[in-house]
């Protein structure tokens, strides 16, 4: 178990670019999920997949935002056009099949639109 | 849509003492599951705790426990003989037990930050 990795681990990008942020779960894990968190509040759901199919999305997810697990194992989230207010962690999460199998999260990535 | 709200937004406790934290929710659902997470400073969240609605008995993690009061739609945990390594931002968590889709997804509170002073 090498745990959920996030790449990168800080982003600093200028309002209207695009950025991409990659997830690798934890091998064995169905379910993969992206959560975004501001400073002092909880995560908050933007999409969840299971293998390769997208199951779930967030109204949070407005149209600048994509994710995509193209074969089961990583996953990308793509922010187009981005704008300060996406400025928070991205976090990324794997777990097994099941509704109390336990998420296990990643170290975040960091985005800063200035 | 189901919401949890943590009403502490800080809470502080004396190493080796005893300090609750209060979760609150609002579903319509009458199956589903509560978790209690631990976000250290610059750390992963990581499971503390979790509770199946259907249980009546209060699910319990060496010094980690839950009152989970159905009726009243609280969740709150129990954290005994506080260490320095408990400091760290707590969440509750909600999750629906309908099928796959939006009973996959944790509905996150809040959240309180823990201070354990030595």
């Known amino acids: 178990d090498t745990g959920v990795s996030q790449d990168p681990r800080h982003k600093i990008t200028k309002r209207g670019q695009n950025v991409t942020f990659r997830c690798d779960p934890i091998?064995?894990?169905?379910?993969l999920y992206w959560y975004r968190q501001t400073l002092g509040q909880g995560p908050e759901f933007l999409t969840y997949f299971q293998n390769e199919a997208q199951l779930e999305k967030s109204r949070l997810l407005s149209d600048r935002f994509s994710a995509e697990r193209p074969k089961g194992s990583f996953s990308t989230l793509e922010i187009q056009r981005t704008e300060q207010g996406d400025s928070a962690m991205y976090l990324c999460a794997s777990s097994r099949l099941g509704n109390t199998t336990p998420l296990h999260f990643g170290n975040g990535t960091r985005l800063t639109v200035t | 849509a189901q919401t949890v709200t943590q009403s502490q937004p800080e809470m502080s406790v004396q190493e080796a003492e005893t300090v609750t934290l209060s979760c609150t929710y609002d579903?319509?659902?009458?199956?589903?599951?509560l978790f209690w997470y631990k976000q250290p400073p610059s750390r992963q969240m990581i499971l503390v705790i979790r509770q199946e609605a259907y249980k009546q008995q209060n699910a319990t993690e060496n010094r980690f426990s839950v009152n989970f009061q159905k009726a009243a739609k609280s969740f709150s945990l129990k954290i005994s003989d506080s260490q320095l390594g408990d400091a760290a931002m707590y969440f509750c968590?909600?999750?629906?037990?309908?099928?796959?889709?939006?009973?996959?997804?944790?509905?996150f509170g809040e959240g309180t930050q823990l201070t354990v002073n030595p």
């Open positions: 579903t319509s659902e009458s199956d589903y599951y």
């Open positions: 091998s064995e894990h169905n379910r």
């Open positions: 968590a909600y999750r629906s037990a309908r099928g796959e889709t939006s009973g996959s997804r944790l509905t």
